[in-house]
């Protein structure tokens, strides 16, 4: 009978994250695995030179890259004015405000870059140092190369440009002799759970699009959006947790796909909610639609079997499993 995937074994020669994710490829978010173990070349960093005027004749052949301003994941808002970037790259600041980030005192950290890029920054060993510090502390600011951040922090925007997303415009260069390397973005959304109420408002409105308009933006930005189905797609069955059996209208999947999502994992405790012939008919309306789907399948080693994503040669694996296993 089809299962949904509970055991699953996969063999990696670098480290496996927990939870659902796989990074299969040494590239991704725009950082080399051993990339923060790299040395740079201490040549005149482009950050400090005057707005406007051309390298010297040393840096001229050297490779440049984002100067990235590093903060938690937990830290808001995101954008920094190119006024107060380069405020912050020639005087130094002491406080978020002088950078339109709010209250409180800030602690400058600075990690992997040439001497003297950011005078007033306690430089650490290295950008991996830094990336560390401020992933722990909601309040110190790491300047480093781009192709050192890791997905475990953000990065500040500046005059609304990423240094990942777009390196091309950032305004903050510094010469290290690298360059940045593929970022893929991606979107992890939720649970979907169509059916029930909001499939009755989808059904009133003649539109299975209506309640996921307002996320399709967001979605439709990553290069891989992915979400949890908390449903089946069909009724060809009893229902087997009563009134809390859920099951969607199986158009909503163009509407799923016209959002942005490219997956979605079925390893979750609704999707057997109206037995095995739904379930059977879920799979196979999944396999007609435009997405892909992982975490069931008609066998063990079907619902086990990782999906493989890959973006301008940077593979992403996912896998689905569920822990609570009413159905």
Known sequence: MPVTGSRVQIALSRTVAAGALLVLAPTVGGCSADAE?????????????????????????????????????????????????????????????????????VRVVSGGLPVDTAPGAQRLGSAAA??????????????????????????????????????????????????????????????LMLGR??????????????????????????DIAVANLESTLSTAGPPQQGGDSFAADPAVLSALRRTGFDAVTLANNHVGDFGERALRQTLTRLERSPLESFGAGRDLARASRPLVVEVDGVRTGFIGFDSIGES
């Open 37 to 105: 173990r790299d040395p740079v070349t201490p040549v005149e960093p482009a950050a400090t030179r005057a707005e406007g005027a051309p390298p010297s004749d040393e840096t001229t052949t050297a490779a440049e890259e984002p100067l990235a301003l590093a903060v938690s994941a937990s830290r808001g808002p995101h954008n920094v004015t190119a006024k107060a970037a380069r405020r912050l790259l020639s005087a130094g600041v002491s406080t978020w405000s002088r950078l339109g980030q709010g209250r409180g005192r």
């Open 130 to 191: 830094a990336l560390r510090a401020a992933r722990r502390d909601d309040d110190m600011l790491a300047l480093v190369p781009a192709h050192a951040v890791d997905p475990r922090v953000q990065t500040l925007t500046v005059g609304g440009v990423s240094p990942l997303r777009h390196p091309e415009r950032y305004p903050l260069q510094v010469a290290t002799g690298r360059t940045p390397g593929t970022v893929v973005t991606l979107a992890i959304g939720g649970d």
């Open 197 to 222: 109420r909001v499939g009755d408002l989808l059904e009133r409105r003649g539109d299975p699009y209506a309640v996921l308009r307002p996320m399709a933006r967001r979605f439709r930005a990553a």
